[in-house]
């Protein structure tokens, strides 16, 4: 017999039709026995967003916010925890008592597919930030968790990315140069963070295509892998993109955005459940996830 559903929860942005969020927290559901939990998925404007969670009774747990509602959740958040305010997008909403808490979860999804590639600031790296928009904010936000201090922003238009990025940077701490796009592989970094919608990846690998190798050898000749740029894209759809492709070639490390996504649905699911995720848990999810990009 089927347990009644008593708490709901959904992803809601416009358009949503090819979030993985119900593959992911399905999955998370089904590998903690949630039996009595369900999440959907709708399409829901910036102008149809208040009205629609206004309307939701207690049943619901929790919501996650892709394009447009990031910023727009703001109107509806009791409480915004200090990363979605650094960041300025939220991505998650969780019912806390009769209001909504705010966080972003992406910060920390980047933080750990960043460590799980073994990226780790030592003292005087630098790190890179391709793209100057609102995901740009979570980069820093998650370069700092990481320890960096120093920052490139590399950028089509990067007066237009200091606009954006700066009092998030100062707040931070970051020391931050602004660079044009095409110039971003000239630069040394131990971290490449690629915020680029699919349509900038040629350039940006355009760009790396005159660079050498970043692969370091040894006396006796054994790769040092340790010492390869860890490059994450924030892209997982048609993977790899022509960035990732063209970082590969150049000795990087390079990390898919599935990595990213996974990691932030299992923060997600953690803060609207209550319950945590462990090994097997993260591992049912990913094993979805990547199922599902198989067959896309």
Request: hydrophobic residues 45%; charged residues 15%.
């Amino acid at each position: 017999m089927t347990s009644p559903v008593v708490h709901r929860a959904a992803v809601l942005g416009h358009p949503v039709d090819h979030s993985l969020s119900p593959v992911l927290h399905g999955a998370a559901y089904d590998a903690l026995g949630l039996t009595d939990w369900a999440y959907g998925r709708h399409d829901v404007t910036q102008e149809r967003f208040v009205p629609f969670v206004d309307g939701l009774d207690e049943s619901w747990r929790g919501l996650s916010l892709t394009m447009p509602l990031k910023e727009v959740a703001a109107q509806v958040a009791d409480r915004v925890c200090d990363t979605a305010r650094l960041a300025g997008a939220i991505n998650t909403l969780v019912r806390v008592g009769d209001g909504w808490h705010a966080d972003n979860t992406d910060v920390h999804g980047l933080t750990t597919a960043l460590t799980e590639a073994g990226a780790v600031a030592s003292t005087g790296d630098v790190a890179t930030v391709l793209g100057g928009g609102a995901t740009a904010r979570s980069a820093l936000c998650a370069l700092r968790d990481l320890g960096f201090g120093e920052v490139i922003v590399a950028a089509r238009t990067p007066e237009k990315a200091r606009a954006a990025l700066e009092r998030t940077a100062a707040e931070l701490g970051l020391t931050v140069a602004y660079v044009p796009l095409g110039e971003w592989a000239t630069r040394d970094s131990a971290v490449v963070l690629s915020t680029l919608a699919p349509g900038g990846s040629a350039a940006a690998a355009e760009a790396l295509s005159t660079r050498g190798s970043h692969s370091q050898t040894q006396a006796d000749g054994a790769t040092r892998a340790h010492d390869a740029p860890v490059m994450l894209d924030v892209v997982y759809a048609h993977w790899p993109t022509p960035l990732a492709r063209a970082a590969a070639q150049a000795g990087f490390i390079v990390v898919s955005g599935l990595e990213m996504l996974i990691h932030q649905a299992v923060r997600q699911v953690e803060l609207m459940t209550g319950h945590t995720c462990g090994p097997a848990v993260v591992a049912a999810m990913a094993s979805a996830a990547r199922t599902a990009t198989a067959r896309n």
